[in-house]
């Protein structure tokens, strides 16, 4: 019963964060300044997923190895990204250097 309680309590909180921004949309202006700042949290936020996850893949050390395929991966797939802009074209050529470099090193 413990646990519905815990569900229910963050359902809640979740909940009534989310809904406070709705409920606040079009009644009040956010400063410019502020507007500008958050375009900066979603590669923000992904920076801080990703990296760990490709710097530290076993969760132990960081490996900044030739043998470690999501350095590749991640190298490549960035690469692509600057250079092409094109989102798809980036997670697919990604995928296949991380997936041929795990074949080959492993």
């Known amino acids: 019963m413990d646990e519905v309680y815990m569900l229910a309590g963050m359902a809640l909180v979740t909940f009534g964060i989310r809904y406070s921004m709705f409920a606040l949309a079009g009644r009040y202006e956010f400063p410019r300044p502020l507007l500008e700042a958050l375009q900066y949290v979603p590669p923000a936020v992904l920076t801080a997923i990703i990296v760990p996850s490709v710097l530290i893949p076993t969760g132990e050390k960081v490996d900044l190895s030739l043998s470690n395929a999501y350095l ?17 074209l980036t997670i697919v050529v990604g995928m296949a250097a991380f997936l041929i470099w795990q074949g080959v090193m492993g």
């Open 72 to 88: 590749v991966g991640a190298v490549v797939a960035a690469s692509i990204g600057w250079w092409r802009k094109n989102l798809l």
